[in-house]
Structure formats: C-alpha cells, structure tokens
C-alpha cells in the first residue's frame, strides 16, 4: 500500500502529464497557471531565471515513471533555454537554477552529450559573473556590479558540477570564495539571512545591505532562509566543508522556530500581523534542505520538520481539481511587488514539493548534483 507521499507524488506525475499538452500547444514555459491556463514568465521572456523549473519537473516524473512524455516535453523546454545563450542580456547568475535543472538533468538521467555542453556553457557563464574581489554578480543593471544575494548559493552547484566534469578546479574555487563571502556577510547572529548585500565591485569591501523581496530592510524574506538553508546544504556535500554545514543547520533552526502552525510558511518571518501573506515556495524549499540536512547529521528532527512542511501543503494548499493547470496554491513571488504573482500557483513552488515528495519516498533522482 503506498504512504501518503507516495500517493502524493504519483498523482502529481498523472496531473502533470495530462497538463504537458496545454503547454507544449501554447508554445511556452509554464511560470504558473490560473484560470485553468499556463501563463508564461512575467519578464524576460524564455530568458527569466525559472525556466528551467517546469523541465524539472518533468524529469522528476521521468526519473519515476519513465514515460517519455515527460523526456519529450522537457527537452522541448530545453530547446527554447539553450536559444536564450544566443539573446544572452536577459542571463544572470540564476543560470544555475536554469540549466543545471534542465539541460543538466537531462544528461543525468539519459547521458545526453549535447545536454552536457549546454550545462558547462551555462557554468562558463556563471564563471564569467565571478568578480575576483570575493563575490558572484547577481544582476546585470549597471547599478548593480556590487549586487550578491542569498539565492545565489542555490546557483553554485552548476560550478562545483562543472568541475567534477572537467577535472578543472577554476569553478569550485568561484564557488567556495562566493560560499565563504556569504557565510562572513549574509549570516546575522539569530540565524537568519539577509536578502541583498552590496560589495565595491573593486575591493569587495562590504557597502550596504538592500531590501530584497521580504518586507522590508533587515527583516527575514523566508525563501532567502529557504535559499540559504538548501543552498548551503548543498555546498557542503560538494565542499564537504563543515563550516558550510554549520550554516545551513543555524539557518534551518531560526526556519524551524517559524513554521507556522498549520505547517505553511509566511512570505516574511518578520511581516506586521495586519494581513496575511503566505508563501510557500519557501515551505516546499525548505522541506528539501531539511530532507538533505537529516540526512547527512541522521537527526530526525529535520525529518520531522520537513514532514510538517509537506503535510501542511498537502493538507491545506493542493489543488488537485482539473480546473488548475499546476497544483500548489498560496506561492508569493515576492512581499511587495505582486507582479510575479501573490497567493497564486507558480510553477517552482511544485517543483520543491515535487522534489520534497520523492525525497520522502527515496525517489529523487538528486538533480541539484
Ligand atoms: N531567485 C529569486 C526568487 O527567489 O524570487
């Protein structure tokens, strides 16, 4: 008989097969669905940081079911992400989320080459966003070049894979000195995380922290804690450096202390009480991390804490009617701007419950590596 999250994860497989034909016929890659509809990215076109969420996804479902409907619908994604090295402005240190889950997926589980030279493009690119100083540059506005941010610990497997590929230690070493600047620079002592910190682009001198996508300057955006809590999890297998691990358990203990109750995640652990904001992506993300970290320290409460996670999503946030495309509701791309879609679904919100799903079930397929 199949647990709750073995259930969870072959209804999902079903509900997105029959949801690839709606998008595949539009022509796009899903960013999130209302109205019974997928909706393409709301900026930058093919070219914005998470499309390469929805090949994800199918690669989840192909690693479980092996249906090659999945593979084909990927790789029908992939096609349109690799077009975007050739528009390349649009392209920014979130290439990371967007090939090494495509492209890179891809040659993980079929051996692709092609699907391998498009990866190491990507991490060149990446590479490249290395500023010597002490940081990778997030964003390309001129204003920008002294810009890191939390996410971006997320991005740094493309290099620490890059170099187990090529035998070349350049992009390990990127990625460690960005890993260290955050852990000096990004860490507070409550074991919270700051969004966006700004470095002289000369000297990598720290100037400013900027208010990122929470609620204001200082306080805590939960998918930065997210970001943070996975993404040095996931520098610490490729690292194996204990001060990474330590990170990602002080930034898993301040995300433990503020699940909500009913196991949902607010979209600013530090947000007024006034109106209600969930967002969880943060939830689903975080669930990940803590599957990871229960894994490496055998401490069951990180297990115990992502179970509360999934079942707060399953039990109050899936929509599993055939009216809705995707599937997790209450996903809130950022406090302030609702441009990118508030209490909506969003397709990188299913992708971290599907990834959180079969984690629980032994079915990852550990496309972050
Ligand atoms: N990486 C950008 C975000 O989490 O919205």
């Given at each position: 008989?199949?647990?709750?999250?073995?259930?969870?994860?072959h209804?999902?497989?079903?509900?997105?097969r029959?949801?690839i034909?709606?998008?595949a016929?539009?022509?796009?890659?899903?960013?999130?669905?209302?109205?019974g509809?997928w909706?393409?990215?709301?900026y930058?076109?093919?070219?914005w940081w998470?499309?390469g969420?929805w090949?994800?996804?199918?690669?989840?479902f192909?690693?479980?079911?092996?249906?090659?409907?999945?593979?084909?619908?990927?790789r029908r994604v992939e096609a349109?992400?690799?077009?975007?090295?050739?528009v390349?402005?649009?392209?920014?240190?979130?290439?990371g989320?967007m090939y090494?889950?495509s492209?890179?997926?891809?040659h993980?589980?079929?051996g692709?080459?092609?699907?391998?030279i498009?990866?190491l493009h990507?991490?060149?690119?990446?590479l490249?966003?290395?500023?010597?100083?002490?940081?990778?540059?997030?964003w390309n506005?001129?204003?920008?070049?002294?810009?890191?941010?939390?996410?971006?610990?997320?991005n740094?497997?493309l290099l620490f894979?890059?170099?187990r590929q090529?035998?070349?230690?350049r992009?390990?070493?990127?990625?460690?000195?960005?890993?260290d600047t955050?852990l000096?620079?990004?860490?507070?002592?409550?074991?919270?995380?700051?969004?966006?910190?700004?470095f002289?682009?000369?000297?990598g001198?720290r100037?400013?922290e900027?208010?990122?996508q929470?609620?204001?300057?200082?306080?805590?955006w939960s998918?930065?804690?997210?970001?943070?809590?996975y993404?040095?999890?996931?520098?610490?297998?490729?690292?194996?450096?204990s001060?990474y691990?330590d990170?990602?358990?002080?930034i898993?203990?301040?995300?433990?202390?503020?699940?909500?109750?009913d196991?949902?995640?607010?979209?600013?652990?530090?947000?007024p009480?006034?109106?209600?904001?969930?967002d969880?992506?943060?939830?689903?993300?975080?669930?990940?991390?803590l599957m990871e970290?229960s894994?490496?320290?055998?401490?069951?409460?990180?297990?115990?804490?992502?179970?509360?996670?999934?079942?707060?999503?399953l039990?109050?946030?899936?929509?599993w009617?055939?009216s809705r495309?995707?599937l997790?509701t209450h996903?809130?791309a950022?406090y302030?701007?609702?441009?990118?879609?508030?209490?909506t679904?969003?397709?990188?919100?299913?992708?971290?419950?599907v990834?959180?799903?079969?984690?629980?079930?032994?079915?990852?397929?550990?496309?972050w590596?």
């Open positions: 008989m199949q647990n709750r999250y073995e259930e969870a994860l209804r999902a497989a079903d509900k997105f029959t949801a034909a709606p998008a016929q539009a022509g796009i890659i899903p960013y999130k669905s209302e109205k509809q909706i393409g990215s709301p930058d076109g093919n070219g998470t499309g969420f090949p994800a996804l199918m690669w989840q192909y690693a479980l079911e092996k249906d090659e409907a999945f593979l084909r619908e990927a349109l992400l690799t077009g975007e090295f050739r390349f402005e649009h392209l920014n240190h979130d290439v989320f090494l889950l492209c890179g997926a891809d993980k589980l079929t692709d080459g092609q699907a391998r498009d990866t990507a991490a060149s690119l990446l490249g966003r290395f500023n010597p100083a002490g940081y990778i540059r997030a506005h001129p204003s920008q070049a002294g810009f890191a941010i939390i996410d971006c610990m997320m740094l497997s894979w890059a170099s090529t035998d070349d230690p992009f390990a070493h990127a990625a460690r000195i960005h890993a955050t000096r620079e990004f860490l507070r002592p409550d074991g919270s995380a700051s969004h966006i910190i700004e002289d682009p000369e000297t001198a100037v400013r900027h208010p990122g929470g609620y204001a300057l200082g306080t805590q998918r930065g804690q997210a970001w943070g809590l993404g040095f999890t996931l520098a610490y297998l490729n690292a194996n450096d001060r691990l990170a990602a358990e002080r898993a203990r301040n995300f433990m202390a503020h699940i909500r109750p196991g949902l995640t607010d979209c600013d652990f530090c947000q009480d006034t109106e209600e904001r969930i969880n992506i943060a939830g689903a993300i975080a669930a990940c991390g970290l894994k490496i320290t055998q401490n069951a409460k990180y297990q115990a804490a992502a179970e509360r996670l999934v079942d707060g999503l039990e109050h946030c899936c929509d009617s055939e495309m995707g997790l996903c809130t950022s302030h701007d609702d441009g990118a879609g508030r209490h679904n969003i397709t990188y919100g299913d992708y971290f419950l990834e959180a799903l079969a984690k629980l079930c032994g079915a990852d397929p550990m496309l590596r």
